[in-house]
């Protein structure tokens, strides 16, 4: 089972600052990997799959990079909307999916 | 976005089975997958199993012994089946569908389920 370690745990930043979050694999996952953004009381939502490109209606200020066993999910201007708990996600090696343990952007 | 409900008790007791059904709308339930995923308190997501609309599964091995997915593609719904639950259960359990295996696009709401006596 492939093992995804992100990091921070908790990101403090202010809305306008630019957030990056990282994902690292346990093995290769190639460009396999999904973002996912969790807000409370909500269901997760799909911001970036196949690494890099941005599931419909997804804001241009989310993006994502990377491959292999280490991707990137950057936030370029932080809105008070975007303030959640974010999750990757590798589809590679299968069964099963695996997540990641998330990152919280709180508000600094 | 692609609404989904679960249904199904919230509340189950130790050593019974869990189940819960999802009702699919807007999108037809054929050539999609549909997967059950769930979060529990304080964790992470944790990918339970998916079905094809053709009726093709495949189980998380963690749970593979406890889990059953099924589909009526004339009620437009899939079910999830957990048997011999335990505290460690108890979760919120989303019903999610893509149009391939690699991803999840839409998300039902979660329920809690709680496994207690």
């Known amino acids: 089972e492939v093992v995804l370690t992100q990091s921070p745990a908790t990101l403090s930043l202010s809305p306008g600052e630019r957030a990056t979050l990282s994902c690292r694999a346990s093995q290769s996952v190639y460009t396999c990997l999904a973002w996912y953004q969790l807000k409370p009381g909500q269901s997760p939502r799909l911001l970036i799959y196949q690494a890099s490109t941005r599931a419909t209606g997804i804001p241009a200020r989310f993006s994502g990079s990377g491959s292999g066993t280490d991707f990137t999910l950057t936030i370029s201007s932080l809105e008070p909307d975007d303030f959640a708990v974010y999750y990757c996600q590798q589809c590679a090696n299968r069964p099963p999916a695996t997540f990641g343990g998330g990152t919280k952007v709180e508000i600094k | 976005q692609v609404p989904l409900q679960e249904s199904g008790p919230r509340l189950v007791k130790p050593s019974e089975t869990l189940s819960l059904t999802c009702s699919v709308s807007?999108?037809?339930?054929?050539?999609?997958?549909w997967s059950w995923i769930r979060q529990s308190p304080g964790k992470g997501l944790e990918w339970i199993g998916h079905?094809?609309?053709?009726?093709?599964?495949n189980y998380n091995p963690s749970l593979k012994s406890r889990v059953a997915i099924s589909i009526d593609t004339s009620k437009n719904q899939f079910s999830l089946n957990l048997s011999s639950v335990t505290a460690a259960d108890t979760a919120v359990y989303y019903c999610?569908?893509?149009?391939?295996?690699?991803?999840?696009?839409?998300w039902g709401q979660g329920p809690l389920v709680t496994v207690s006596s």
């Open positions: 999610v569908g893509a149009p391939n295996e690699y991803y999840f696009d839409y």
């Open positions: 807007g999108v037809f339930i054929s050539d999609h997958y």
């Open positions: 079905i094809y609309y053709d009726g093709t599964t």
